[in-house]
């Protein structure tokens, strides 16, 4: 067997050159042969190796012989694999692939790298893959990779359009492997494909509908394709202002997660009735909004509410210091008898689930429950269009949605403008059916213009009059009034309104 497996080896070096790889080929077949004994496996001696890889560098030793070795062309379509779903090979992903590796990375992204390798110098790469990777935290080393290691070339961007029978968002990319860096300043052709219509006359909707970018404007921060005169007002409106994540000094909260709702979060009915059978039962009971709770300016509130009981690492508790669990479930039964028979119907699932404190009663560990105690300007994760509301009732909210503890009706007013939203469809990714994602790495970065009171103010009335009645007629009105006065403070030209307005 060993002899014919060394004929077919011998068959893949096609030049005398590769001659004295011979060697080689044989020491990496006996490794594959060894590996293959201890895995207790068996083959006949005519089938190909039954490996979990290719290896091309074996099966195609000519092409990766010589100085600038490799192939001149990669395509592919990567397998879309989120990162929960490869748990189990993440280790060996970490240890492949270096630095490179992202904990929280889809598969694709691996893709990226491994094509490139497989490339020469001056050949190209061209996947049809997730264009999460543009916007997404965990996508910072894959656009690093592609504009360093890479020049981008063409990007076409399918969005949520329905090009396969899942929603994947792909993207086509197509990069050309570079070593030196580039002396000219290169562009890149660009166009964005939003329709099924569009999907069928790709190359239409290129040819008339593309624009070019500097390559160079591909931040590794966050790719935004966009044209010229966008990105000059992006950079623009940047200038003027403070990012938002500088201006509230980095306070940005997420809400809160039980780990299992049906056990804390409790509607009115069960609410009256856990507090007459134990009136201290109050204490613990918070009134609670989800993100599809809040609006623009206001919050519809479903009589909601959420037992919350924080770890015993955030307070203190006359049962934090028991010696044993019996020990503290008999003071947390005799503290707040009805809750604890409350809680006790899911004891087995709330002790299997992750977001508990130290005991299965309470929630996990949050350094900051005080906050929504606070004023604070509270949204979802996931709107077409900014749903700022302000809250004053100290409700509290249920993960994903995020708070500001805070009562500046300016800045309110700025994140329910249609400067944000402008900014944000540019800045933040986008979900099916064009959701766009206000998470806080996005909403972070929009520029707050840093202005004296006697400018704020008129926009503060304004904002007053509106959290009078959100529902009044004049609200329209009233918000076309607050846009033209922001305008105003980020001194848009008129051509720059309509840019804003017109998308």
Known sequence: MQNIDQRRVKGKISSQKLAKDYETCLNLLADITEQRTNLNQSRK?????????????????????????????VIANPPYVRQEQIKDIKPHLKEEFGKFFRGTADLYTYFYKRGLELLKTGGHLCFIAPNKFMRAGYGKNTRELLTTEATPEVIIDFGDSPVFDATTYPAIVLVEKTIEPVKEVPTIDVAIIKTKQQIEQVAEVVADHGFKMPVADLSIDGWTLESKEVLDLMKKLRQIGTPLGEYVQGRFYRGVLTGFNDAFVIDAATRDKLIAEDAKSAELIKPWLRGRDILKWQVKWDDLYVINIPSSANKEWLWSNAKTESEARQIFDKTYPAIHAHLSQWEPKLKKRNDQGKFFWELRSCAYYAEFEQPKIIWGNLAKYPKFAFDTVCNYISAPANLIPTEDLY????????????LIERQAAVRSGDFLEFKPMYVAEIPICSVIETQKAPIIELVKTILDDPTAPDVRRLEAEIDELVFELYQLTEGERALVTES
């Open 45 to 73: 001696a005519d089938e190909e190796l039954d490996l979990p890889f290719t290896p091309l560098h074996l099966y195609f030793a000519d092409v990766f012989s010589g100085d600038n070795h490799g192939f001149d062309i």
């Open 411 to 422: 800045l309110f007013a700025i994140l329910n403008s249609k400067i944000c939203k402008w």
